[in-house]
Protein backbone atom coordinates (compact mmCIF):
# COMPACT_ATOMS: atom_id res chain seq x y z
CA UNK A 1 0.00 0.00 0.00
CA UNK A 2 0.97 3.93 -0.58
CA UNK A 3 0.93 6.53 1.72
CA UNK A 4 -1.20 7.05 4.35
CA UNK A 5 -2.91 9.82 6.40
CA UNK A 6 -4.91 10.49 8.91
CA UNK A 7 -8.14 9.35 7.08
CA UNK A 8 -7.04 7.59 3.70
CA UNK A 9 -4.59 5.39 2.14
CA UNK A 10 -3.35 5.68 -1.35
CA UNK A 11 -3.42 2.81 -3.60
CA UNK A 12 -2.87 1.85 -7.15
CA UNK A 13 -4.68 0.28 -9.45
CA UNK A 14 -5.02 -0.55 -13.41
CA UNK A 15 -8.24 1.20 -14.40
CA UNK A 16 -9.77 1.76 -17.89
CA UNK A 17 -10.34 5.06 -18.98
CA UNK A 18 -12.62 4.51 -21.65
CA UNK A 19 -14.79 1.99 -23.82
CA UNK A 20 -11.87 1.20 -25.95
CA UNK A 21 -10.81 -1.25 -22.23
CA UNK A 22 -7.55 -0.55 -22.11
CA UNK A 23 -6.06 -0.38 -19.10
CA UNK A 24 -3.20 1.28 -17.02
CA UNK A 25 -1.94 2.33 -13.71
CA UNK A 26 -4.41 5.00 -11.27
CA UNK A 27 -4.05 6.23 -8.12
CA UNK A 28 -6.97 6.28 -5.64
CA UNK A 29 -7.61 6.64 -1.98
CA UNK A 30 -8.92 3.90 -0.37
CA UNK A 31 -11.96 4.95 2.34
CA UNK A 32 -11.03 5.34 5.99
CA UNK A 33 -11.01 1.26 7.74
CA UNK A 34 -14.86 1.41 9.50
CA UNK A 35 -15.46 -0.76 12.25
CA UNK A 36 -17.18 -3.17 10.21
CA UNK A 37 -14.13 -3.14 7.53
CA UNK A 38 -10.93 -5.66 6.45
CA UNK A 39 -8.24 -4.06 4.44
CA UNK A 40 -6.32 -6.33 2.44
CA UNK A 41 -3.45 -6.52 0.04
CA UNK A 42 -4.27 -8.01 -2.81
CA UNK A 43 -2.58 -11.19 -3.90
CA UNK A 44 -4.25 -12.54 -6.98
CA UNK A 45 -7.17 -11.59 -8.99
CA UNK A 46 -8.74 -13.15 -11.58
CA UNK A 47 -10.36 -12.29 -15.00
CA UNK A 48 -13.66 -13.12 -15.73
CA UNK A 49 -15.65 -12.00 -19.23
CA UNK A 50 -17.59 -9.64 -17.23
CA UNK A 51 -14.59 -7.60 -16.65
CA UNK A 52 -14.30 -7.72 -20.26
CA UNK A 53 -17.90 -6.42 -21.04
CA UNK A 54 -17.27 -3.82 -18.17
CA UNK A 55 -14.38 -2.33 -19.53
CA UNK A 56 -16.01 -2.35 -23.16
CA UNK A 57 -19.00 -0.89 -21.63
CA UNK A 58 -21.12 -3.78 -23.13
CA UNK A 59 -24.42 -3.17 -21.02
CA UNK A 60 -23.69 0.62 -21.31
CA UNK A 61 -23.62 1.51 -17.88
CA UNK A 62 -19.65 1.48 -17.54
CA UNK A 63 -18.07 4.16 -16.11
CA UNK A 64 -14.54 5.43 -15.48
CA UNK A 65 -11.67 5.40 -14.45
CA UNK A 66 -13.01 1.93 -13.86
CA UNK A 67 -10.63 -0.75 -11.81
CA UNK A 68 -12.00 -4.14 -12.56
CA UNK A 69 -11.86 -7.30 -11.18
CA UNK A 70 -13.92 -9.17 -8.73
CA UNK A 71 -11.86 -12.51 -8.32
CA UNK A 72 -9.75 -11.49 -5.47
CA UNK A 73 -7.39 -13.06 -3.08
CA UNK A 74 -5.56 -10.77 -0.78
CA UNK A 75 -4.05 -10.97 2.95
CA UNK A 76 -5.99 -9.11 6.19
CA UNK A 77 -3.33 -6.06 6.92
CA UNK A 78 -6.10 -4.33 9.37
CA UNK A 79 -9.61 -4.78 10.28
CA UNK A 80 -11.90 -2.34 12.01
CA UNK A 81 -13.09 -2.63 15.79
CA UNK A 82 -16.27 -4.77 15.49
CA UNK A 83 -14.48 -7.67 12.82
CA UNK A 84 -14.76 -10.81 14.59
CA UNK A 85 -14.40 -13.11 11.83
CA UNK A 86 -10.79 -11.91 10.05
CA UNK A 87 -7.56 -11.13 11.72
CA UNK A 88 -4.47 -9.81 10.18
CA UNK A 89 -2.84 -12.10 7.96
CA UNK A 90 -5.34 -14.42 7.66
CA UNK A 91 -6.00 -15.08 3.50
CA UNK A 92 -9.45 -14.35 2.23
CA UNK A 93 -11.61 -13.16 -1.11
CA UNK A 94 -14.05 -10.98 -2.50
CA UNK A 95 -15.96 -11.79 -5.34
CA UNK A 96 -18.65 -9.91 -7.07
CA UNK A 97 -20.49 -7.30 -4.12
CA UNK A 98 -19.54 -5.67 -1.91
CA UNK A 99 -22.65 -4.59 -0.21
CA UNK A 100 -26.35 -4.97 0.08
CA UNK A 101 -29.38 -3.67 1.99
CA UNK A 102 -30.02 -6.36 4.82
CA UNK A 103 -33.64 -5.83 5.07
CA UNK A 104 -34.94 -6.97 1.37
CA UNK A 105 -36.87 -10.40 1.29
CA UNK A 106 -33.09 -11.88 -0.52
CA UNK A 107 -31.17 -10.35 1.79
CA UNK A 108 -32.91 -11.65 4.99
CA UNK A 109 -33.03 -15.03 2.92
CA UNK A 110 -29.22 -14.76 2.57
CA UNK A 111 -29.17 -14.35 -1.14
CA UNK A 112 -28.03 -11.20 -1.29
CA UNK A 113 -27.04 -11.24 -4.81
CA UNK A 114 -30.28 -10.59 -5.68
CA UNK A 115 -30.59 -8.00 -3.08
CA UNK A 116 -31.96 -4.54 -5.13
CA UNK A 117 -29.72 -2.85 -3.82
CA UNK A 118 -26.66 -4.50 -3.83
CA UNK A 119 -23.43 -3.13 -4.54
CA UNK A 120 -21.31 -4.10 -7.25
CA UNK A 121 -17.29 -4.64 -6.14
CA UNK A 122 -16.56 -2.02 -8.86
CA UNK A 123 -18.43 0.26 -11.45
CA UNK A 124 -20.59 1.27 -8.38
CA UNK A 125 -20.40 3.87 -6.03
CA UNK A 126 -20.18 2.54 -2.15
CA UNK A 127 -22.70 3.90 0.31
CA UNK A 128 -20.02 7.16 1.09
CA UNK A 129 -20.62 8.08 -2.45
CA UNK A 130 -16.88 7.23 -3.85
CA UNK A 131 -16.72 4.89 -6.70
CA UNK A 132 -16.08 0.83 -6.07
CA UNK A 133 -12.79 -0.35 -7.59
CA UNK A 134 -11.99 -3.79 -8.22
CA UNK A 135 -8.95 -6.60 -6.84
CA UNK A 136 -6.77 -5.08 -10.01
CA UNK A 137 -5.12 -2.85 -7.18
CA UNK A 138 -2.38 -2.93 -4.46
CA UNK A 139 -5.57 -3.12 -2.05
CA UNK A 140 -9.31 -3.49 -1.23
CA UNK A 141 -11.60 -2.24 2.07
CA UNK A 142 -14.82 -4.22 1.93
CA UNK A 143 -17.53 -4.95 4.60
CA UNK A 144 -16.57 -8.00 6.63
CA UNK A 145 -19.84 -9.53 5.21
CA UNK A 146 -18.83 -9.89 1.79
CA UNK A 147 -15.24 -11.14 2.66
CA UNK A 148 -14.75 -15.06 2.90
CA UNK A 149 -11.71 -17.26 4.27
CA UNK A 150 -9.74 -18.82 1.91
CA UNK A 151 -9.42 -22.72 3.65
CA UNK A 152 -6.44 -24.50 4.31
CA UNK A 153 -5.63 -26.31 1.13
CA UNK A 154 -6.49 -23.94 -1.03
CA UNK A 155 -3.56 -22.02 -3.13
CA UNK A 156 -4.63 -18.53 -2.96
CA UNK A 157 -4.46 -18.19 -7.17
CA UNK A 158 -6.43 -21.25 -7.11
CA UNK A 159 -8.83 -19.90 -4.83
CA UNK A 160 -9.49 -16.74 -7.53
CA UNK A 161 -11.67 -18.42 -9.82
CA UNK A 162 -13.34 -20.18 -7.63
CA UNK A 163 -14.99 -16.44 -6.28
CA UNK A 164 -16.84 -15.91 -9.42
CA UNK A 165 -16.86 -18.76 -11.76
CA UNK A 166 -17.01 -21.33 -9.41
CA UNK A 167 -20.10 -20.26 -7.40
CA UNK A 168 -21.50 -19.07 -10.32
CA UNK A 169 -22.00 -22.68 -11.17
CA UNK A 170 -22.49 -24.16 -8.25
CA UNK A 171 -25.45 -21.94 -6.84
CA UNK A 172 -27.63 -22.97 -9.55
CA UNK A 173 -26.85 -26.78 -9.53
CA UNK A 174 -27.58 -26.75 -5.53
CA UNK A 175 -30.36 -24.13 -6.17
CA UNK A 176 -32.58 -25.77 -8.73
CA UNK A 177 -31.68 -29.53 -6.92
CA UNK A 178 -29.51 -30.82 -9.40
CA UNK A 179 -26.53 -32.20 -7.27
CA UNK A 180 -27.92 -35.78 -7.52
CA UNK A 181 -25.66 -38.36 -8.72
CA UNK A 182 -26.16 -39.58 -12.18
CA UNK A 183 -28.03 -36.51 -13.18
CA UNK A 184 -26.82 -35.54 -17.17
CA UNK A 185 -25.32 -31.86 -17.49
CA UNK A 186 -24.67 -29.87 -20.31
CA UNK A 187 -21.96 -26.94 -20.26
CA UNK A 188 -21.97 -25.21 -23.34
CA UNK A 189 -18.90 -22.47 -23.72
CA UNK A 190 -15.93 -23.77 -22.43
CA UNK A 191 -14.26 -20.90 -20.90
CA UNK A 192 -13.54 -19.71 -17.08
CA UNK A 193 -17.38 -20.79 -15.71
CA UNK A 194 -17.52 -23.40 -18.33
CA UNK A 195 -14.55 -25.58 -17.19
CA UNK A 196 -15.22 -24.97 -13.42
CA UNK A 197 -18.68 -26.56 -14.59
CA UNK A 198 -17.74 -29.49 -15.70
CA UNK A 199 -15.19 -29.84 -12.91
CA UNK A 200 -18.23 -29.32 -10.06
CA UNK A 201 -20.52 -31.18 -12.10
CA UNK A 202 -18.16 -34.14 -12.46
CA UNK A 203 -17.49 -34.14 -8.66
CA UNK A 204 -20.92 -34.26 -8.10
CA UNK A 205 -20.62 -37.62 -10.30
CA UNK A 206 -22.66 -36.33 -13.23
CA UNK A 207 -22.13 -37.47 -16.82
CA UNK A 208 -20.78 -34.07 -18.62
CA UNK A 209 -21.09 -33.31 -22.22
CA UNK A 210 -19.32 -30.19 -22.96
CA UNK A 211 -20.99 -28.19 -25.72
CA UNK A 212 -18.83 -26.14 -27.59
CA UNK A 213 -18.17 -23.91 -30.52
CA UNK A 214 -15.16 -25.86 -31.75
CA UNK A 215 -13.59 -28.95 -31.82
CA UNK A 216 -10.55 -27.03 -30.37
CA UNK A 217 -10.87 -28.02 -26.73
CA UNK A 218 -12.18 -31.53 -27.56
CA UNK A 219 -8.65 -33.71 -25.82
CA UNK A 220 -8.69 -31.03 -23.09
CA UNK A 221 -12.23 -31.28 -22.33
CA UNK A 222 -12.18 -35.68 -21.84
CA UNK A 223 -8.33 -36.08 -21.05
CA UNK A 224 -8.10 -32.76 -18.74
CA UNK A 225 -11.25 -31.89 -17.60
CA UNK A 226 -13.06 -35.35 -17.33
CA UNK A 227 -15.72 -34.69 -19.52
CA UNK A 228 -17.56 -37.70 -20.61
CA UNK A 229 -18.37 -36.58 -24.17
CA UNK A 230 -17.96 -33.43 -26.27
CA UNK A 231 -20.49 -32.02 -29.09
CA UNK A 232 -19.49 -29.28 -31.67
CA UNK A 233 -22.68 -27.21 -31.63
CA UNK A 234 -22.43 -26.56 -35.60
CA UNK A 235 -22.02 -30.45 -36.38
CA UNK A 236 -25.55 -31.32 -36.38
CA UNK A 237 -25.59 -34.44 -36.95
CA UNK A 238 -23.80 -35.06 -33.35
CA UNK A 239 -26.10 -32.53 -32.46
CA UNK A 240 -29.41 -34.59 -33.56
CA UNK A 241 -27.86 -37.63 -32.04
CA UNK A 242 -27.67 -36.05 -28.65
CA UNK A 243 -31.30 -34.71 -28.43
CA UNK A 244 -33.22 -35.79 -25.42
CA UNK A 245 -30.50 -36.82 -23.89
CA UNK A 246 -29.76 -33.71 -21.00
CA UNK A 247 -31.22 -32.65 -16.71
CA UNK A 248 -29.86 -29.62 -17.56
CA UNK A 249 -27.39 -26.81 -19.51
CA UNK A 250 -25.51 -24.52 -17.70
CA UNK A 251 -24.90 -21.92 -21.21
CA UNK A 252 -22.09 -19.82 -20.30
CA UNK A 253 -21.90 -18.31 -24.07
CA UNK A 254 -20.88 -14.66 -23.73
CA UNK A 255 -22.91 -13.17 -26.82
CA UNK A 256 -25.81 -13.59 -28.83
CA UNK A 257 -26.61 -17.20 -29.62
CA UNK A 258 -29.53 -19.21 -31.14
CA UNK A 259 -31.25 -21.38 -28.06
CA UNK A 260 -33.52 -23.82 -29.48
CA UNK A 261 -30.21 -26.21 -30.87
CA UNK A 262 -29.94 -26.51 -26.95
CA UNK A 263 -33.43 -26.49 -25.85
CA UNK A 264 -33.72 -29.45 -27.99
CA UNK A 265 -30.84 -31.96 -26.37
CA UNK A 266 -32.99 -31.37 -22.84
CA UNK A 267 -34.65 -34.26 -21.59
CA UNK A 268 -38.62 -33.60 -20.45
CA UNK A 269 -38.56 -31.17 -17.45
CA UNK A 270 -34.72 -30.18 -18.31
CA UNK A 271 -33.44 -27.06 -17.51
CA UNK A 272 -31.45 -24.42 -19.72
CA UNK A 273 -29.37 -21.96 -17.27
CA UNK A 274 -28.26 -19.33 -18.89
CA UNK A 275 -24.86 -17.60 -17.73
CA UNK A 276 -24.04 -15.20 -20.49
CA UNK A 277 -24.33 -11.51 -19.47
CA UNK A 278 -26.03 -10.76 -23.30
CA UNK A 279 -27.55 -7.11 -23.37
CA UNK A 280 -29.52 -8.04 -26.65
CA UNK A 281 -32.88 -10.30 -26.60
CA UNK A 282 -32.57 -14.36 -27.16
CA UNK A 283 -35.32 -15.70 -28.92
CA UNK A 284 -37.14 -19.40 -28.95
CA UNK A 285 -40.46 -20.52 -30.19
CA UNK A 286 -42.62 -21.59 -27.33
CA UNK A 287 -43.05 -25.11 -28.49
CA UNK A 288 -39.42 -25.63 -27.86
CA UNK A 289 -40.38 -25.52 -24.23
CA UNK A 290 -44.01 -26.63 -24.05
CA UNK A 291 -43.32 -29.84 -25.27
CA UNK A 292 -40.99 -30.79 -22.72
CA UNK A 293 -42.09 -29.16 -19.99
CA UNK A 294 -38.41 -27.25 -20.20
CA UNK A 295 -37.19 -24.38 -18.04
CA UNK A 296 -35.35 -21.55 -19.46
CA UNK A 297 -34.19 -19.99 -16.45
CA UNK A 298 -30.76 -17.81 -14.69
CA UNK A 299 -28.89 -17.72 -12.12
CA UNK A 300 -26.48 -14.65 -10.64
CA UNK A 301 -23.19 -15.84 -8.92
CA UNK A 302 -23.66 -17.10 -5.54
CA UNK A 303 -24.44 -16.07 -1.70
CA UNK A 304 -21.97 -15.71 0.58
CA UNK A 305 -22.75 -19.02 2.36
CA UNK A 306 -22.58 -20.70 -1.24
CA UNK A 307 -19.13 -19.28 -1.97
CA UNK A 308 -17.79 -20.49 1.35
CA UNK A 309 -19.21 -24.25 0.81
CA UNK A 310 -17.97 -23.77 -2.86
CA UNK A 311 -14.49 -23.31 -1.70
CA UNK A 312 -14.34 -26.07 1.10
CA UNK A 313 -16.13 -28.38 -1.47
CA UNK A 314 -13.06 -27.71 -4.14
CA UNK A 315 -10.87 -29.04 -0.60
CA UNK A 316 -12.95 -31.95 -0.07
CA UNK A 317 -12.88 -32.87 -3.34
CA UNK A 318 -9.61 -32.27 -4.79
CA UNK A 319 -10.80 -29.64 -7.31
CA UNK A 320 -8.88 -27.10 -8.84
CA UNK A 321 -9.10 -24.46 -11.21
CA UNK A 322 -7.06 -24.53 -14.39
CA UNK A 323 -4.90 -21.53 -14.81
CA UNK A 324 -3.06 -19.54 -16.36
CA UNK A 325 -0.93 -16.86 -13.99
CA UNK A 326 0.41 -13.43 -15.19
CA UNK A 327 1.76 -10.42 -14.32
CA UNK A 328 -0.28 -7.24 -13.90
CA UNK A 329 1.70 -5.74 -17.50
CA UNK A 330 0.34 -8.36 -19.25
CA UNK A 331 -2.80 -7.88 -18.06
CA UNK A 332 -4.23 -5.69 -21.23
CA UNK A 333 -2.54 -8.71 -23.36
CA UNK A 334 -4.83 -11.11 -20.96
CA UNK A 335 -8.21 -9.04 -21.63
CA UNK A 336 -7.45 -9.30 -25.33
CA UNK A 337 -6.89 -12.88 -25.17
CA UNK A 338 -9.74 -13.90 -23.19
CA UNK A 339 -12.26 -11.97 -25.71
CA UNK A 340 -10.69 -14.23 -28.52
CA UNK A 341 -11.08 -17.14 -27.03
CA UNK A 342 -7.56 -17.90 -26.58
CA UNK A 343 -7.17 -19.02 -22.71
CA UNK A 344 -7.08 -22.62 -20.87
CA UNK A 345 -9.47 -21.54 -18.80
CA UNK A 346 -8.90 -18.63 -16.41
CA UNK A 347 -6.37 -16.06 -16.22
CA UNK A 348 -5.40 -14.98 -12.78
CA UNK A 349 -2.93 -11.73 -12.01
CA UNK A 350 -0.29 -12.39 -9.64
CA UNK A 351 -1.29 -8.76 -8.56
CA UNK A 352 0.95 -9.17 -5.37
CA UNK A 353 4.49 -10.18 -7.38
CA UNK A 354 3.82 -7.55 -9.55
CA UNK A 355 5.25 -4.25 -7.97
CA UNK A 356 2.43 -2.32 -9.37
CA UNK A 357 3.16 0.80 -6.66
CA UNK A 358 6.39 1.07 -8.60
CA UNK A 359 4.89 0.71 -12.16
CA UNK A 360 2.40 3.66 -11.23
CA UNK A 361 4.77 6.41 -12.51
CA UNK A 362 6.48 4.30 -15.65
CA UNK A 363 3.26 2.54 -17.40
CA UNK A 364 0.72 5.18 -18.66
N1 LIG B 1 -24.40 -15.16 -14.32
C1 LIG B 1 -23.34 -14.87 -13.60
O1 LIG B 1 -23.40 -14.72 -12.38
C2 LIG B 1 -22.03 -14.76 -14.26
C3 LIG B 1 -21.99 -14.48 -15.58
N2 LIG B 1 -20.79 -14.47 -16.23
C4 LIG B 1 -20.86 -14.29 -17.65
O2 LIG B 1 -20.74 -15.57 -18.27
C5 LIG B 1 -20.14 -15.44 -19.54
C6 LIG B 1 -18.94 -16.37 -19.63
O3 LIG B 1 -17.92 -15.91 -18.76
P1 LIG B 1 -16.48 -16.59 -18.78
O4 LIG B 1 -16.62 -18.05 -18.62
O5 LIG B 1 -15.65 -15.80 -17.88
O6 LIG B 1 -16.06 -16.31 -20.30
P2 LIG B 1 -14.99 -17.06 -21.21
O7 LIG B 1 -14.70 -16.13 -22.32
O8 LIG B 1 -13.89 -17.58 -20.39
O9 LIG B 1 -15.82 -18.32 -21.76
C7 LIG B 1 -16.89 -18.21 -22.64
C8 LIG B 1 -16.88 -19.41 -23.58
O10 LIG B 1 -18.00 -19.27 -24.46
C9 LIG B 1 -17.63 -19.71 -25.77
N3 LIG B 1 -17.68 -18.55 -26.67
C10 LIG B 1 -16.97 -17.43 -26.63
N4 LIG B 1 -17.26 -16.60 -27.63
C11 LIG B 1 -18.17 -17.23 -28.32
C12 LIG B 1 -18.85 -16.89 -29.48
N5 LIG B 1 -18.63 -15.73 -30.14
N6 LIG B 1 -19.76 -17.77 -29.94
C13 LIG B 1 -19.96 -18.93 -29.29
N7 LIG B 1 -19.33 -19.30 -28.17
C14 LIG B 1 -18.44 -18.46 -27.71
C15 LIG B 1 -16.20 -20.22 -25.69
O11 LIG B 1 -16.25 -21.61 -25.44
P3 LIG B 1 -16.03 -22.67 -26.63
O12 LIG B 1 -14.65 -22.43 -27.16
O13 LIG B 1 -16.19 -23.96 -25.92
O14 LIG B 1 -17.10 -22.42 -27.64
C16 LIG B 1 -15.66 -19.49 -24.49
O15 LIG B 1 -14.59 -20.18 -23.90
C17 LIG B 1 -19.82 -13.96 -19.70
O16 LIG B 1 -20.88 -13.33 -20.41
C18 LIG B 1 -19.78 -13.45 -18.26
O17 LIG B 1 -20.07 -12.07 -18.18
C19 LIG B 1 -19.61 -14.72 -15.60
C20 LIG B 1 -19.62 -14.98 -14.28
C21 LIG B 1 -20.81 -14.93 -13.48
O1 LIG C 1 -19.11 -12.07 -13.40
C1 LIG C 1 -19.94 -11.75 -12.62
C2 LIG C 1 -21.05 -10.86 -12.88
C3 LIG C 1 -21.99 -11.24 -13.68
C4 LIG C 1 -23.07 -10.34 -14.13
C5 LIG C 1 -24.30 -10.89 -14.33
C6 LIG C 1 -25.37 -10.07 -14.77
C7 LIG C 1 -25.15 -8.73 -15.01
O2 LIG C 1 -26.15 -7.90 -15.47
C8 LIG C 1 -23.89 -8.19 -14.80
O3 LIG C 1 -23.70 -6.88 -15.02
C9 LIG C 1 -22.85 -9.00 -14.35
ZN1 LIG D 1 -17.21 -12.91 -12.87
ZN1 LIG E 1 -31.38 -6.34 0.19
Redesign the pocket.
Known sequence: MGSVDASETTVTGWAARDATGHLSPYTYTLRKTGPEDVVLKVKYCGI???DV?QVKNDLGASKYPMVPGHEVVGEVVEVGPEVSKFRAGDVVGVGVIVGCCRDCRPCKANVEQYCNKKIWSYNDVYTDGKPTQGGFASAMVVDQKFVVKIPAGLAPEQAAPLL??GV?VYSPLKHFGLMTPGLRGGIL??????HMGVKVAKSMGHHVT?I???N??RAEAMDDLGADAYLVSSDADQMAAAADSLDYIID????K?PLEPYLALLKMDGKLVL????AEPLSFVSPMVMLGRKTIT????GSMDETEEVLQFCVDKGLTSQIEVVKMDYVNQAFER?ER?D?R??FVVDVGGSNIEDAACTCL
Open positions: CHTHCATGLGGVGVSSSKKTVPVHMGVIGSFILNVYR
